[in-house]
C-alpha cells in the first residue's frame, strides 16, 4: 500500500498504477479485491465484451482499465473522489483499446439519471468497509441496474462487514447474492437483481 507505484500484468499489457495515499487516503491505493476482480474478469471475458460498464468506487480506476482493455463498449469509472482515477486512466492511456472510458464522480444515493441506466455490468471492488454507507450502496446499485444487469461486488473480509452487508441484501429481498470465486480472505459476490 505505501509503494507509489505498482505494476499489474493482465490483458497481456503493464498497467503502472501510481498511488497516493499522503494526498488521497482510500481512494488513492489498491486494495487486494481489485486486482483479483480483475484477473477474475481476464479469465472470464466474456462477462465485459461489447457491454456497458459502470465500476462503482473505483479509487484507482484499475478494474475499469481492464474492463476496457477486454472490449468493453462503454466504461463509467465513478467515485467520489475522482483524481486518483482520473491520473491512472491518463497514465494508461496507450493500454487502453478505445476511448470509450470515462472518469465520472458519483455520489451513491443521489441522482445517477445523468449515467443512463441500466448497466449491463457493474463492478464494484473493496466498497464495502462501512456500515453506514450499505443502504447508499444498495440504492444506488438498484437504480444503475435491471434483471439483466450482472453485478459483481469483491471483497476482502475484514471483520463482519461483507456478512453483514449480504445479510441486508438478504433481508431487503432486492438482490440474490451468491459467491462466484475466492481466495484466501478475498471474494467475489454476483448479485441479481429480484
Not at 42 to 63: D, H, N, W, Y
Not at 109 to 131: C, M, T
Not at 144 to 152: E, F, Q
Request: aromatic fraction near 8%.
Amino acid at each position: 500500500m505505501h509503494r507509489p507505484k505498482l505494476r499489474y500484468e493482465i490483458c497481456n499489457r503493464t498497467i503502472e498504477i501510481e498511488q497516493e495515499w499522503a494526498e488521497l487516503g482510500l481512494s488513492g491505493v489498491v486494495w487486494d479485491a481489485a486486482p483479483f476482480l480483475s484477473y477474475y474478469l481476464e479469465k472470464f471475458p466474456s462477462i465485459i465484451e461489447g457491454k456497458r460498464v459502470i465500476e462503482l468506487g473505483a479509487g484507482t480506476g484499475l478494474v475499469g482499465m481492464v474492463s476496457n482493455m477486454l472490449g468493453a463498449h462503454e466504461v463509467a469509472v465513478t467515485d467520489m473522489k475522482t483524481a486518483s482515477a482520473e491520473r491512472n486512466v491518463r497514465l494508461n492511456r496507450h493500454n487502453l483499446i478505445n476511448d470509450c472510458i470515462e472518469v465520472s464522480h458519483l455520489e451513491w444515493g443521489k441522482d445517477i439519471s445523468h449515467f443512463n441506466p441500466p448497466f449491463d455490468v457493474i463492478l464494484a471492488a473493496d466498497v464495502i468497509y462501512v456500515e453506514e454507507g450499505f443502504d447508499l450502496l444498495l440504492s444506488t446499485v438498484s437504480q444503475l441496474s435491471d434483471a439483466n444487469t450482472t453485478i459483481l461486488l469483491s471483497c476482502a473480509h475484514r471483520y463482519d462487514w461483507v456478512e453483514k452487508f449480504l445479510a441486508q441484501v438478504a433481508v431487503e429481498n432486492r438482490f440474490r447474492s451468491s459467491i462466484v470465486s475466492s481466495q484466501g480472505k478475498l471474494s467475489i459476490y454476483q448479485l441479481v437483481k429480484l
